[in-house]
């Protein structure tokens, strides 16, 4: 039984129950020795008392210890329950000396970075590992509820969905391969978006998603990327309205936020209160306000009328840079907002063509959001043959993607969907400003530990 549920009334009782977890503090006294005692369960500890002849030089701060003892009502009101020690067993040592954490410091998250093989010891980053798993499973929930088929899409891959060319080719190791010929008779790569696999489930499902790693050789070390990342992606067949998209995308926020905040209080409390203060009324503000939608016409117009100094230009057919996401949400409310119908040119080859010249835009959107810019993009797919078939060729890759242009010959049906970068999204609820802070195991350029 976890130690977060050692406060049931079955509990209670004159039996011995046994305790495992990692010394949080340890407070010797003439008499007796406190113990807070933790098994990762929830961010409370177990409060442990014993007789002093139970005290060991080798209880220390990050031991590991096992304890037995009876389960007792506490008389303070901060804690419901504590045990009350017959026994303790101290499972694996720990030098307090040598240990990177103090146990009276409160370490800040730049600090605990450096150490990715002990940080899930510390208080901050357990309850960010609780609140990914909440938030998984919220997920998950909220497709099953609403129809969606999980599909797992492949890591190894022969396509690149983004186009970018920013791709980690895999090549087999060892003498047998020394010859350099393809393993897999073609060049292989890391998945960078399991789209165009969903969209080939997209002919015989109505909604379908993936939720899974992708990567992106991108040489950068920003606050901003990462090259291994994990993606929330779905897609909805019969549809020809972005309103669609957007739907999903702004229900999935609020349903897995409101989940998180209503499951993982004390983890949420601890950054909201201490890693972030004040960001609890951001959140609150995002999920009590309705999202609204612009154009990018919208968007570089007011950029444009800004008296803000951008770094980067805001002329139409610019990309928008992430100082732009950031200004249109605070001029928004800040709340998240989607911006729609990107310059045809800006987007992918799979981009639906709204046909209305002379601008030519993409029936694409994109959910900007506090803190963070960009958080979901997504657009409706090219469906119509003709117009998929000239793009392609127009950019070589008809014979790269015949694949994909049967897909429109055999029962094609208008379709879209869109991507959600997880991390992204907990750095959005939580006000984490660096994205290596809110995934297990960091990867990125120049850095690939453990």
Not at 282 to 309: C, G, H, Q
Not at 355 to 361: A, G, I, N, V
């Amino acid at each position: 039984m976890p130690l977060c549920d050692c406060s049931k009334t079955s509990c209670f009782a004159s039996k011995l129950h046994s305790k495992q977890g990692w010394v949080r503090s340890v407070r010797a006294q003439k008499a007796n020795v406190f113990l807070h005692v933790n098994d990762g369960s929830s961010l409370q500890s177990l409060q442990v008392i014993a007789s002093s002849e139970l005290n060991d030089p080798l209880l220390t701060f990050g031991s590991a210890v096992e304890v037995t003892g009876i389960l007792k009502k506490s008389p303070h009101q901060k804690q419901p329950v504590e045990l009350d020690a017959k026994q303790i067993n101290v499972v694996g040592e720990c030098n307090p000396v040598d240990f990177p954490f103090k146990i009276k410091e409160r370490h800040g998250l730049e600090y605990i970075r450096q150490f990715p093989h002990l940080r899930c010891r510390t208080n901050a980053f357990s309850s960010l590992l609780r609140i990914r798993s909440e938030a998984t499973a919220a997920i998950h929930s909220y497709f099953k509820d609403n129809g969606f088929v999980e599909i797992n899409t492949p890591i190894i891959t022969s396509n690149d969905c983004e186009g970018a060319g920013e791709l980690f080719q895999v090549e087999p190791s060892g003498p047998d391969h020394a010859d350099g010929e393809n393993f897999f008779s073609v060049p292989a790569y890391l998945t960078v978006s399991g789209q165009l696999h969903l969209e080939v489930v997209s002919g015989a499902f109505s909604k379908a998603y993936t939720f899974g790693p992708t990567f992106r050789a991108e040489n950068s070390q920003s606050r901003r990327h990462l090259a291994e990342f994990y993606m929330v992606e779905a897609e909805i067949s019969f549809t020809q309205s972005l309103e669609d998209l957007t739907k999903v995308m702004e229900d999935m926020f609020r349903f897995a936020t409101e989940h998180v905040l209503a499951h993982c209080v004390e983890d949420v409390d601890l950054f909201h209160k201490h890693v972030t203060p004040g960001h609890r009324d951001t959140v609150d503000a995002m999920l009590k306000n309705s999202f609204p939608v612009i154009t990018y016409r919208e968007a570089i117009d007011i950029l444009r009328r800004s008296s803000e100094r951008f770094a980067f230009p805001t002329d139409w057919g610019c990309d928008l840079k992430t100082e732009h996401e950031k200004y249109l949400v605070k001029h928004c409310g800040n709340i998240p907002v989607f911006v729609t119908d990107y310059p045809y040119d800006l987007k992918p080859f799979y981009a639906r063509d709204n046909q209305d010249h002379p601008e030519r835009t993409a029936a694409a959107v994109d959910l900007l959001v506090p803190g963070v810019g960009e958080l979901c993009g997504g657009s409706l797919r090219e469906e119509r043959l003709n117009l998929l078939s000239a793009r392609l060729e127009e950019a070589g890759l008809e014979d790269v993607y015949s694949w994909y242009l049967d897909l429109r010959r055999f029962g094609s049906v208008p379709h879209g969907g869109f991507g959600l970068g997880f991390e992204r999204y907990l750095q959005c609820i939580l006000g984490v400003d660096n994205i290596k802070d809110v995934i297990p195991f960091p990867r990125f350029s120049h850095s690939c530990l453990l």
